[in-house]
């Protein structure tokens, strides 16, 4: 019985270990699974919506450094074909939100997009988190899903 519970305690603690992790998915590319440690290391930038009347700070890895990982054109290439892609931000619990490629990149937008894992300085809770995208500026937080586990590029037809 107790080779069983360690087994079990074991597929737990390494589902958990997987939840943090952050799948990137480009069309006609291999995907990339970014872990927390590689999302620490990108770029970061604040982002404020309102919830509630209430202005607030979301904080995190820039979208467009985190699509850099996984081989997406931006910056100064981000033309042309490439503009009529579309990146599906989606949650956990099936939740997603779409936006277009160029509105995740700085040179066609001057607010950041950020895969956030801090609010208000604080790391975001379970219901929350691991990660929230979150588009600063936006009067809404309807394109913010939380708990999110992957992000997609691909055409958008």
Known sequence: ???????????????????????????GRDSVTLSPKDLAALPRAKATIQVKGASVVY??????AVLAQAGVVHGERLM???????????????????????????VYRANPVVVADTVNGH????????YRLVVDGDLRP????????????????
């Open 123 to 130: 790391k975001l809770d379970d219901r929350e988190g691991p």
């Open 80 to 106: 042309g074909r490439y503009l009529n892609q579309v990146v599906v931000a989606r949650a956990q619990d099936g939740f997603f939100s779409v936006l277009s490629l160029a509105e995740t990149d700085p």
């Open 142 to 157: 309807s394109r913010a899903p939380r708990q999110l586990v992957s992000i997609e590029v691909k055409p958008a037809f």
């Open 59 to 64: 904080e995190g890895a820039r979208l467009d």
């Open 1 to 27: 019985m107790r080779p069983l519970l360690a087994l079990a305690a074991t597929l737990l603690l390494a589902t958990a270990a997987q939840a943090q992790d952050l799948k990137v998915i480009v069309a």
